[in-house]
């Protein structure tokens, strides 16, 4: 996913990092909420 990030210019590529880490939280609580379902 972070290959192509260093082609893009700045403005781009700040906006990427924010969809990155949106992404990694999104992630995060997908995988949280699946253990809640798998406990009970």
Do not use: G, N, T, W
């Amino acid at each position: 996913l972070s290959m192509y990030k260093f082609c893009l210019p700045d403005r781009l590529r700040a906006e990427h990092d924010e969809a990155e880490l949106l992404m990694i939280e999104l992630i995060d609580r997908f995988y949280r909420l699946r253990q809640k379902i798998a406990v009970e």
